[in-house]
């Protein structure tokens, strides 16, 4: 098997040249918002946790009585014996949430979004996707073998282009966006996109992964509706949300439902113990927000419009040097290269918590405002302004 580490031991080092290896690091997440790594405590600026529900006592509690209960594993896909009682409770809860008359919950958003676009879409379909789209919307995308055509980032004046170039020689056509993006925080004009669905005859799908239970203006009003437990609501699986017709098409259909087992009922009964402390404390959902414009306000950034604020630098390089640079200084913030976001727009990724205190955000901006003590550093933020 000589070649075969050769193979693998050549592509490293190209990535490596290019800066583009990743490496995994041990990281334990104890309590909220530190995590431990090399030896170090650090707070994180770099967890989806938005909620902090991941630590919860009443989430984690939830777990394990569902082990306790269940077993620790599903023990075999959701059509054959692992469509466990929680999972209808969960999507029960979800559908009123989204306002649809029903759901499907999957094993992770990944496996949502690729099962669900491959029940919809086919190779005589068109997919009108947002250039900045989440990797598992373009790989979903991309398996159901639909014609994809990418528009300009939030630019409706360029999918009703393509929309009006190519919709006529498909059979059906899709839009997809999502509400939060991820990687830089800004929001999709879904209302404006729900028109130009409707004006073309197309199915508009939105990804709520960064939204749900944090965005409070991400409304509903795409007819599919994905997103996933994993972020704020502190647990793990994905979700959709649609007519019930959509819904029983999707579990009969979707591969990576039919052929993945199910979820683990302790993923399943964090979620819907998330759901409760999220409806009895509203505040909270309010938090994330709030402390990310806190961060913008205190550099002098255009206001924050979710949780999630880049700060793009260009060159692998110089996102991995201000990232070290701030784990330095005691705090968590991944660089994300490409090709998690486009090239040359390598950037640092803050994520706000409620778990963070003023105190925590107060000294990241006052980290960060080091970094750049030479401001002609920084090339651009956000980025997609
Ligand atoms: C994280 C994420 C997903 C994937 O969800 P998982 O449950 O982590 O697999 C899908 N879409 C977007 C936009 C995401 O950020």
């Known amino acids: 098997m000589r070649s075969l580490d050769l193979f693998a031991a050549e592509k490293l080092d190209q990535l490596e040249a290019r800066k583009l290896r990743r490496d995994l690091v041990e990281t334990a997440r104890i309590d909220v918002p530190t995590v431990t790594r090399n030896g170090r405590r650090l707070i994180s600026f770099s967890c989806n946790d938005y909620l902090g529900l991941s630590q919860h006592p009443d989430v984690k509690r939830?777990?394990?009585?569902?082990?306790?209960?269940?077993?620790?594993?599903?023990?075999?896909?959701?059509?054959?014996?692992?469509?466990?009682?929680?999972?209808?409770?969960?999507?029960?809860?979800?559908?009123?949430?989204?306002?649809?008359?029903?759901?499907?919950?999957?094993?992770?958003?990944?496996l949502a979004n690729i099962g669900v676009l491959c029940v919809l879409a086919g190779p005589d379909d068109l997919v009108v996707i947002d250039e900045l789209a989440h990797a598992c919307l373009n790989t979903g995308a991309q398996l159901s073998r639909a014609r994809v055509a990418r528009f300009r980032h939030n630019d409706i004046g360029h999918a009703a282009e393509l929309l009006d170039a190519h919709r006529r020689a498909h059979r059906h056509a899709l839009i997809v966006t999502e509400t939060v993006f991820s990687m830089d925080g800004d929001l999709a004009p879904v209302t404006d996109l729900a028109d130009l669905a409707a004006a073309h005859d197309a199915w508009l799908v939105t990804?709520?992964?960064?939204?749900?239970?944090?965005?409070?203006?991400?409304?509903?009003?795409?007819?599919?509706?994905?997103?996933?437990?994993?972020?704020?609501?502190?647990?793990?699986?994905?979700?959709?949300?649609?007519?019930?017709?959509v819904i029983d098409?999707?579990?009969?259909?979707?591969?990576?439902?039919?052929?993945?087992?199910?979820?683990?009922?302790?993923?399943?009964?964090?979620?819907?113990?998330?759901l409760d402390v999220i409806a009895a404390y509203p505040a909270l959902r309010?938090?994330?927000?709030?402390?990310?414009?806190?961060?913008?306000?205190r550099l002098g950034l255009p206001p924050a419009r979710s949780p999630i604020v880049p700060l793009v630098l260009g060159t692998p390089e110089a996102a991995l040097a201000a990232s070290q640079k701030l784990a330095d200084a005691g705090f968590l913030v991944t660089a994300i290269r490409p090709p998690t976001v486009p090239e040359g727009t390598a950037r640092l990724r803050f994520a706000f918590s409620a778990a963070h205190s003023d105190e925590d955000v107060e000294r990241l901006a006052e980290a960060v405002g080091g970094l750049f003590a030479s401001a002609s550093e920084r090339v651009l933020c956000p980025a997609s302004s």
């Open 207 to 245: 990804d709520d992964a960064h939204g749900f239970g944090v965005v409070p203006h991400a409304r509903p009003s795409a007819p599919i509706q994905m997103g996933t437990l994993s972020k704020a609501l502190g647990s793990y699986g994905g979700y959709v949300c649609a007519s019930a017709p």
């Open 249 to 274: 098409l999707v579990a009969t259909r979707a591969r990576s439902l039919i052929y993945s087992t199910a979820l683990p009922p302790a993923s399943v009964a964090a979620a819907l113990a998330a």
């Open 286 to 297: 309010r938090a994330p927000l709030g402390k990310a414009r806190r961060f913008t306000e």
């Open 62 to 110: 939830a777990a394990a009585a569902a082990i306790e209960t269940y077993g620790a594993g599903a023990g075999a896909s959701r059509l054959v014996t692992g469509n466990h009682p929680l999972h209808a409770e969960l999507e029960a809860r979800l559908a009123v949430l989204k306002e649809t008359a029903a759901a499907c919950v999957f094993g992770s958003g990944y």
